[in-house]
């Protein structure tokens, strides 16, 4: 079946099973190219330099392996250290998928051995602390690993106690879900397993009621912007599709649903369609009672004070006050943060916004003080979503600038803030946006604020063959 009668099919759910969908866009033309060049990892044997020194890379992600990958090549002699606990890896956007029923676990769990090759030095524990002045870092095991150059790729760690009354092994109980819960050393799903079960649940409840629903998003920055917003559609649509209907809230610490006016307004437009989403901007989950759900959000607003004649406008007052909010079923995303090792170390921003996160300059994603360090992925405390579009844009600028530093030479390469989020809109549709640091970017010259069947198509069926075999691989 040619690419574009495949697509028409998918596109007019005329009964193609997911599996089967897979396997024939794997078989198109347009698959076939890109995929003709996977394989095993990548050897030495590409190199274009004999630039020498030990790379520790810490972290065992996206990010961690689409660097690896990278260095790999661009060394003629390799010697490379990663610090990883994870003999599996999660494909993390595939978490959303498996929550709506796309995707089975197995989908997204692959195996890190194909990653990283027998002459990479592999060390299967984490960073506890990092010692930069003296380039060397000591392990939750007790090693210590000296380093001439070091690569931080550690990725966020999720803080569900920092909401009173809420621990993580609360998730899947009572109605509580969030397709964040993972566990980076076992390597599994739990995130998307359990939300599929809270769609089930959700969905059984709505045919006898009409459900209390509240989706959260947190203050901090978040692993996938677009995350909560995506459950929050998708289940309002697994409903809709069987003619059943809840009451939804959204409640963000934002102050809009995204941050790109374009792509703010296309997304009012859709809850508009679906006519049953209330909006709680400036609301922050602060406690939960699970027994009698019932969920406190910290709700910070401003109200008009005296008018001030010297500067003809009025003065506006700060206020915040406590709000409780009953539920039948929540979806949390937690507060997120930078892992301890590094923000409690000297790599970490000293104070501002960011303070906790990797300190690394924006473009060339070399540490600030600390020329020797580099980072990549979502633990870089930059202005920009923490994605694998991300980190993937990422790659070639982190690789490229270290060899320059290890080759005496001052880095060039910038990395312009990309990132992209595929807002599942609805089953079938999303929005696909792309931006860096100057605003809207996309790829293709089609209107990014306007939901698409075909980028549900892309995303759905050739995104996690093309992150497994070529991303990963640092092979785009």
């Known amino acids: ?100 029923g796309e995707y089975e676990p197995s989908d997204i769990i692959f195996d890190n051995r194909g990653y990283i090759g027998k002459d990479i030095t592999w060390i299967k524990d984490e960073a506890s602390s990092f010692d930069p002045d003296n380039n060397k870092l000591t392990t939750k095991g007790g090693k210590v690993v000296d380093y001439d150059y070091l690569i931080v790729a550690t990725g966020v760690q999720y803080h569900y106690e920092q909401i009173e009354g809420l621990t993580s092994d609360m998730i899947g109980k009572n109605g509580i879900s969030s397709v964040y819960l993972s566990d980076l050393a076992a390597g599994t799903a739990e995130g998307g397993r359990i939300t599929n079960e809270w769609f089930k649940a959700l969905h059984e409840a709505a045919k006898t009621s009409k459900p209390r629903v509240i989706c959260t998003q947190p203050s901090t920055p978040i ?8 459950i929050l559609y998708l289940s309002d649509d697994f409903l809709k599709r069987d003619q059943l209907t809840a009451n939804f809230t959204f409640a963000t610490a934002g102050e809009t649903l995204f941050s790109l006016p374009e792509i703010d307004a296309a997304l009012h437009k859709v809850q508009e369609g679906y006519g049953n989403i209330t909006n709680k901007f400036g609301h922050e989950l602060i406690a939960i009672d699970a027994q009698n759900k019932i969920a406190t959000f910290q709700h910070k607003y401003q109200v008009q004070g005296e008018f001030d004649k010297e500067l003809k406008e009025y003065d506006m007052i700060d206020k915040e006050e406590n709000v409780t909010m009953e539920y039948d079923f929540i979806h949390i995303t937690p507060p997120m943060a930078a892992v301890d090792a590094v923000a409690n170390s000297l790599l970490g921003w000293q104070k501002g916004s960011a303070k906790g996160w990797l300190e690394v300059d924006r473009e060339t994603l070399q540490h600030r003080r600390y020329k020797n360090v580099f980072g990549i992925g979502d633990v870089c405390g930059i202005p920009i979503s923490k994605t694998g579009g991300s980190a993937r844009h990422q790659g070639p600028i982190v690789v490229g600038n270290l060899i320059s530093v290890m080759e005496k030479k001052e880095p060039v390469l910038k990395f312009d803030g990309y990132t992209v989020c595929p807002l599942k809109v609805s089953y079938g549709e999303i929005i696909m946006a792309e931006f860096n640091y100057d605003g809207l970017a996309p790829s293709f010259p089609l209107d990014p604020a306007q939901p698409r069947w075909i980028w549900w198509a892309f995303d759905l069926y050739l995104l996690q063959p093309m992150y497994r075999y070529l991303m990963l691989n640092g092979l785009m």
């Open 1 to 100: 079946m040619k690419n574009d009668e495949l697509l028409k099919k998918i596109k007019e759910n005329q009964g193609l099973s997911r599996r089967n969908a897979l396997k024939m866009m794997m078989l198109s033309p347009v698959a076939a190219s890109i995929l003709a060049s996977t394989g095993t990892p990548a050897t030495a044997n590409a190199a274009s330099s004999d630039a020498v020194g030990r790379v520790v890379i810490v972290g065992g992600g996206a990010g961690a392996l689409m660097a690896l990958s990278r260095l790999r090549r661009a060394l003629s002699n390799p010697d490379i250290t990663i610090i990883a606990p994870n003999d599996k890896h999660v494909y993390q956007p595939g978490q959303i998928f498996v929550a709506a």
């Open 223 to 230: 692993k996938c912007g677009g995350g909560p917003q995506k």
